[in-house]
Antibody, heavy 121, light 107 residues
Framework: QLQLQESGPGLVKPSETLSLTCTVS??????????WGWIRQPPGKGLEWIGS???????YYNPSLKSRVTISVDTSKNQFSLKLSSVTAADTAVYYC?????????????WGQGTLVTVSS | EIVLTQSPATLSLSPGERATLSCGAS???????LAWYQQKPGLAPRLLIY???SRATGIPDRFSGSGSGTDFTLTISRLEPEDFAVYYCQQYGSSLTFGGGTKVEIK
């Protein structure tokens, strides 16, 4: 059974860089059939796609966040990572990693449990 | 960017009733690339429907999706106690965006 698990600091200071890693188990991140993505949800609010990556390293970003986002993949560790720079309180959210079904913009059949990241001094 | 508007914001129904949730798009969603998710408090969203009308693996047949172009519907034929949750639509025909959600609550 495929599982995704987010990890990283739960507290980040304003203006610093948020860094999270998603570890995939029960399947290979190098599968040609899937893309891998990050989605976030501010407390009590809706969902926002951050970006997606293919195992080859091709990336696709939400235009509204593109200037601050970097997503990378490490196939040897079966992981992919998110970096979001110059964070503010508006970036406080639960961050989910997910498997996207067949395209960088697609439905997401598998999700991690999510990790809350709070931006505060 | 395609903006998705879900209505109503809250739906108050009793178990056994039929639920009809709407998702309207600001532009036509190509190839009916629209999905529906269910989210319960403290949990990640769960994929219910993809490509507007295809049920995801393991999803009961009381959940059905329909629509095309700019108007999409999720129908729950008979509400079970575990169906009370928040539902989101998502389009992936042009980039990827989500609707604001509909909360289905117990009346």
């Amino acid at each position: 059974q495929l599982q995704l698990q987010e990890s990283g600091p739960g507290l980040v200071k304003p203006s610093e860089t948020l860094s999270l890693t998603c570890t995939v188990s029960g399947g290979s991140i190098s599968s040609s059939s899937y893309y891998w993505g990050w989605i976030r949800q501010p407390p009590g609010k809706g969902l926002e796609w951050i970006g997606s990556i293919y195992y080859s390293g091709s990336t696709y970003y939400n235009p509204s966040l593109k200037s601050r986002v970097t997503i990378s993949v490490d196939t040897s560790k079966n992981q992919f990572s998110l970096k979001l720079s110059s964070v503010t309180a508006a970036d406080t959210a639960v961050y989910y990693c997910a498997r996207l079904d067949g395209a960088p913009h697609s439905s997401a059949g598998y999700w991690g449990q999510g990790t809350l990241v709070t931006v505060s001094s | 960017e395609i903006v998705l508007t879900q209505s109503p914001a809250t739906l108050s129904l009793s178990p056994g009733e039929r639920a009809t949730l709407s998702c309207g798009a600001s532009q036509s969603v190509s190839s009916s690339y629209l999905a529906w998710y269910q989210q319960k408090p403290g949990l990640a969203p769960r994929l219910l429907i993809y490509d507007a009308s295809s049920r995801a693996t393991g999803i009961p047949d009381r959940f059905s999706g329909s629509g095309s172009g700019t108007d999409f519907t999720l129908t729950i034929s008979r509400l079970e106690p575990e169906d009370f949750a928040v539902y989101y639509c998502q389009q992936y025909g042009s980039s990827l965006t989500f609707g604001g959600g509909t909360k289905v609550e117990i009346k």
